[in-house]
């Protein structure tokens, strides 16, 4: 498994984690109906975003090692109409907040840049002075 | 109003994909660079250029929203 794939993996992991709680909210608080809609909404988007920049980052990845000459791009136009997809489906057919939504649209690239920055802190902190030969 | 509220929809989106462009254009170039030199690297780098994006990309998909709740309210 490459990193990446465990990156997503734990990124999954954070938006249905997000998504469970909005669903008890949804549950115990039902005044509150239209804003956890909104936010299980934008989260799912979300989420549907993160994996599709995944396989094109994988894919420029992949096409910069074999050495292809070739434009490629990372797709922002599909994601951008996901979430302006979720927007509209959010608040003409459900009736959900729109505020809500929007910070929905938000979990996975949050969760991204905490695992990003946990993941660039983490090797540096353990690895002693030793290792990197500064007492040799 | 109906006009500002175009203008301001514009002026948001513009700005945001302007932004984003740049970004983008120089995490990809940079990683692309990066894959060549070194392509062992291959995974360390596509997962930062994966955080990169991610972030890069917030400021677009906030201001297209914001460009539509503009239009909206006009």
């Known amino acids: ?136 | 109003m109906g006009a500002l509220a175009l203008v301001a929809a514009a002026i948001v989106f513009g700005l945001g994909a302007l932004g984003a462009g740049i970004g983008n254009g120089l995490i990809v170039g940079r990683t692309v660079e990066g894959i060549s030199r070194q392509p062992e690297l291959r995974g360390t780098l596509q997962t930062t250029m994966f955080i990169g994006v991610a972030l890069v990309e917030a400021l677009p998909v906030i201001s297209l929203v914001l460009a539509f709740i503009f239009l909206g309210k006009a």
């Not at chain 1, 938006?15 to 109906?33: D, H, M, N, Q, R």
């Not at chain 1, 490629?72 to 608040?91: E, Q, S, Y």
């Open chain 1, 1 to 136: 498994m490459d990193d990446l794939s465990g990156h997503l993996r734990t990124v999954k992991r954070i938006t249905f984690f997000f998504l469970s709680v909005c669903f008890i909210g949804w549950a115990l608080l039902p005044e509150y109906k239209p804003l956890f809609g909104g936010l299980v909404l934008g989260a799912a988007a979300s989420l549907a975003n993160a994996f599709h920049l995944s396989w094109k980052v994988h894919r420029v990845g992949a096409l910069s090692a074999a050495g292809v000459v070739k434009r490629h791009n990372l797709g922002f136009l599909t994601r951008a109409c996901i979430g302006l997809l979720a927007v509209v489906i959010a608040t003409k057919y459900f009736s959900f907040s729109l505020y809500g939504t929007v910070a929905g649209l938000f979990v996975a690239q949050l969760a991204t840049l905490i695992l990003g920055f946990k993941a660039k802190r983490g090797p540096a902190v353990r690895q002693s002075t030793d290792e990197r030969g500064e007492n040799n």
